[in-house]
């Protein structure tokens, strides 16, 4: 169970980013309410003043022409993962790097080494401490469409999510959306960008189970050029391989 936790909560970041360098056309906009008690939120993602639906639309059209060319991105992150049952937040930290299309190499550093990598066919999730190695496919790794449809970059937000709300915070600018698809393990997705830059620099992520998982990004490198070698995985001749079908 672990192991199939660890990979949700990669899927759901990969989701958040690639949703960034994906279209933003269109995005069909349902005015909301906040979805969760403002005590349980970051501080980087408190709303202060909401966005009106004219600036809630004109955000995220400059949001699609900040990243509608951008090939790559790498950025050192800070996850917490807040669980229902646990009293603390699972805090960790790492480096991850993206290259369109579907092509990621996420490196935790703590609390625990661990390397999730896709070359947009293959899925690779290594633990070393155990010397264990999880391979699946890409399209079968997910539990719905949606975030496959993101690592492979195609799809357009308003075919799988409605825009919900945006609202200005201490870091920046938020936009909060939920999937269309009614089977979706994901409730809401929401992504912090610049105010001023409209790069990303955060990402939310609340699942049906209210497990959220919150990153913060910073020391982003756009468009760096990154061979697609960097993509691939090799697992140790001694690691035990468990096929993910």
């Avoid at 075919?159 to 269309?180: H, I, Q, R, W, Y």
């Avoid at 929401?190 to 955060?202: A, E, H, N, Q, R």
């Amino acid at each position: 169970m672990r192991i199939k936790n660890d990979f949700l909560h990669c899927i759901y970041f990969l989701c958040s980013v690639i949703v960034l360098f994906i279209s933003f056309q269109s995005s069909s906009v349902v005015l909301a309410e906040s979805l969760e008690s403002d005590s349980e939120i970051t501080e980087e993602f408190k709303c202060k003043h909401k966005l009106r639906a004219t600036e809630l639309e004109k955000t995220s059209k400059l949001v699609e022409e900040k990243y509608r060319t951008i090939k790559s991105l790498s950025a050192n992150f800070t996850q917490s993962a807040q669980i229902i049952g646990l009293t603390e937040a699972i805090k960790s930290s790492g480096l991850a790097t993206f290259k369109m299309p579907g092509k990621m190499n996420w490196e935790y550093h703590t609390p625990d080494n661990k390397k999730f990598i896709s070359d947009s066919e293959t899925v690779w999730f290594f633990e070393p401490q155990v010397n264990q190695v999880t391979v699946g496919e890409l399209k079968k790794s997910f539990d719905t469409e949606v975030p496959a449809m993101f690592m492979l970059g195609i799809g357009k937000i308003s075919e799988t999510f409605n825009l919900l709300s945006g609202c200005d915070t201490v870091a920046g600018k938020l936009l909060v959306m939920s999937p269309k698809n009614q089977t979706s393990s994901l409730k809401t997705l929401s992504l912090l960008v610049s105010k001023s830059t409209y790069v990303p620099i955060g990402a939310r992520m609340t699942d049906v189970s209210d497990t959220i998982n919150e990153f913060l990004f910073k020391d982003l490198v756009i468009d760096k050029e990154i061979i697609d070698s960097s993509f691939v995985f090799i697992p140790p001749s001694d690691a035990d391989i468990i096929y993910n079908n």
